[in-house]
Nanobody
Framework: QLQLVESGGGLVQDGGSLGLTCTAT????????MAWFRQAPGKEREFVAV????????HVADSVRGRFTISRDNADNTVYLQMNNLKPEDTAVYFC???????????????WGQGTQVTVSA
């Protein structure tokens, strides 16, 4: 089993920046892909970003490309999501996820963090 602990959410104005952090603990944590999903009110949980277990193949969704960056610190099993030029439509609960598959599909991930609220004021 893995445990995922997130931090970094908060309130920011339109155009501002936030950095999210997620640390995974447990056996084989360093061999699992790590990803970010988000869920806005009335919406399905959607893919945001993913990175492979070794930090390779970082990938972000079209909706955040050019603004968000995912990266991984292989030494401490930590994944980061740097969010720049935030917009009101980015407001959502952001979830960290991990699993043995490099995927953009929510159901491919068996391990999830508790979620952290990101609110962007207009």
């Amino acid at each position: 089993q893995l445990q995922l602990v997130e931090s970094g959410g908060g309130l920011v104005q339109d155009g501002g920046s936030l950095g999210l952090t997620c640390t995974a603990t447990g056996r084989d944590a360093s061999r699992y892909s790590m990803a970010w999903f988000r869920q806005a009110p009335g919406k399905e949980r959607e893919f945001v970003a993913v990175v492979k277990w070794n930090g390779g193949m970082p990938h972000v969704a079209d909706s955040v490309r050019g603004r968000f960056t995912i990266s991984r610190d292989n030494a401490d099993n930590t994944v980061y999501l740097q969010m720049n030029n935030l917009k009101p439509e980015d407001t959502a609960v952001y979830f960290c996820a991990s699993g043995n598959t490099y995927s953009t599909v929510r159901l491919d991930y068996p391990y999830w963090g508790q979620g952290t609220q990101v609110t962007v004021s207009a």
